[in-house]
T-cell receptor, first 113, second 110 residues
Framework: GAGVSQTPSNKVTEKGKYVELRCDPI?????LYWYRQSLGQGPEFLIY????????DSGLPNDRFFAVRPEGSVSTLKIQRTERGDSAVYLC???????????FGPGTRLLVL | GENVEQHPSTLSVQEGDSAVIKCTYS??????FPWYKQELGKRPQLIID?????GEKKDQRIAVTLNKTAKHFSLHITETQPEDSAVYFC?????????FGDGTTLTVKP
């Protein structure tokens, strides 16, 4: 079956702009995760959804970052007033119930100029 | 919050030798410990995982051990092959939230 997909694969934007990153999880997976990975580091947890609700958003770095999952499937990570330090690969993952294996998407490489 | 430390940061072995990567964690509430392999420019892929009620798990050439008392877990790869070359990440998870180590770059020389 189809795996986790993310769009766009690459995004270049200017400092101060707004961006949206999309994640399509594996069909039937109730849990969805967002991570940020900088070069040479492991994925850094941002937020975890169980269904439509954010079960844990403790990893969001500040109020410029926001994520939604209105129908319990597709999720959008929104970043306002982007800064150069936001440049990273944003990874999405999903799992069947939140207690099982997480399957990662290919990531969105964000570059803020 | 949880803190995961991973060692070594780089590891070079000869083909056919074994490789061992070690991780420690700080939060005793963590109960799920996956290991991921990430090739350059690719997504992390799960290679093996272990839950806190198990001390060891093996899958062909790969094994993971967990010591809950000491809060450390290790990845063992035997009979390494050049295609095992990649970055390996450990993670400690609790209630859905995963904290990752900084990765180990494994190079297997033919």
């Amino acid at each position: 079956g189809a795996g986790v997909s993310q769009t766009p694969s690459n995004k270049v934007t200017e400092k101060g702009k707004y961006v949206e990153l999309r994640c399509d999880p594996i069909s039937g997976h109730t849990a969805l995760y967002w991570y940020r990975q900088s070069l040479g580091q492991g994925p850094e947890f941002l937020i975890y959804f169980q269904g439509t609700g954010a079960a844990d958003d403790s990893g969001l770095p500040n109020d410029r970052f926001f994520a939604v999952r209105p129908e319990g499937s597709v999720s959008t990570l929104k970043i306002q007033r982007t800064e150069r330090g936001d440049s990273a690969v944003y990874l999405c993952a999903s799992s069947f119930s939140g207690l099982e294996t997480q399957y990662f998407g290919p990531g969105t490489r964000l570059l803020v100029l | 919050g949880e803190n995961v430390e991973q060692h070594p940061s780089t590891l070079s072995v000869q083909e056919g030798d074994s490789a061992v990567i070690k991780c420690t964690y700080s939060d005793s509430a963590s109960n799920y410990f996956p290991w991921y392999k990430q090739e350059l420019g690719k997504r992390p892929q799960l290679i093996i995982d272990i839950r806190s009620n198990v001390g060891e798990k093996k899958d062909q050439r790969i094994a993971v051990t967990l010591n809950k008392t000491a809060k450390h877990f290790s990845l063992h790869i035997t009979e390494t092959q050049p295609e095992d070359s990649a970055v390996y990440f450990c993670a400690a998870s609790e209630a859905g939230k995963s904290t990752f180590g900084d990765g180990t770059t494994l190079t297997v020389k033919p």
